[in-house]
Nanobody, 124 residues
Framework: QLVESGGGLVQPGGSLRLSCAASGFTGDYAHIAWFRQAPGKEREGVACIGGRTGDTAYGDSMRDRFSISMDNAKNSVDLQMKNLNSEDTAVYYC???????????????????WGQGTQVTVST
């Protein structure tokens, strides 16, 4: 089960930390990712992390402002976002798939478990 939290309204230039409670998916046998979907746009990959190696990957232009991390003790995966702008407004989803692969990929079709999403709105 994947449950996102931490979304909300933030001013441009602000920061926000999203958390995904990922019971059953942390540890060696899963990759977990964050995706986002803005109104009228396709779902896009934000970041992913591999449980076995800690390998991470980021979507285009997101590495500088976003950081993904996994806490196996808490069974959670967090997404730290900084210097947010209006284009970051979207519903953010946590997703997971079970694999022993060492390299994670943020492709929608790979992930077969999804959370309900949390809304992030960047506005004055």
């Amino acid at each position: 089960q994947l449950v996102e939290s931490g979304g909300g309204l933030v001013q441009p230039g602000g920061s926000l930390r999203l958390s995904c409670a990922a019971s059953g998916f942390t540890g060696d046998y899963a990759h977990i990712a964050w995706f986002r979907q803005a109104p009228g746009k396709e779902r896009e990959g934000v970041a992913c992390i591999g449980g076995r190696t800690g390998d991470t990957a980021y979507g285009d232009s997101m590495r500088d402002r976003f950081s993904i991390s996994m806490d196996n003790a808490k069974n959670s995966v967090d997404l730290q976002m900084k210097n947010l702008n209006s284009e970051d407004t979207a519903v953010y989803y946590c997703a997971a798939h079970r694999t022993y692969g060492s390299t994670c990929h943020i492709e929608v079709w790979l992930y077969d478990h999804w959370g309900q999403g949390t809304q992030v709105t960047v506005s004055t």
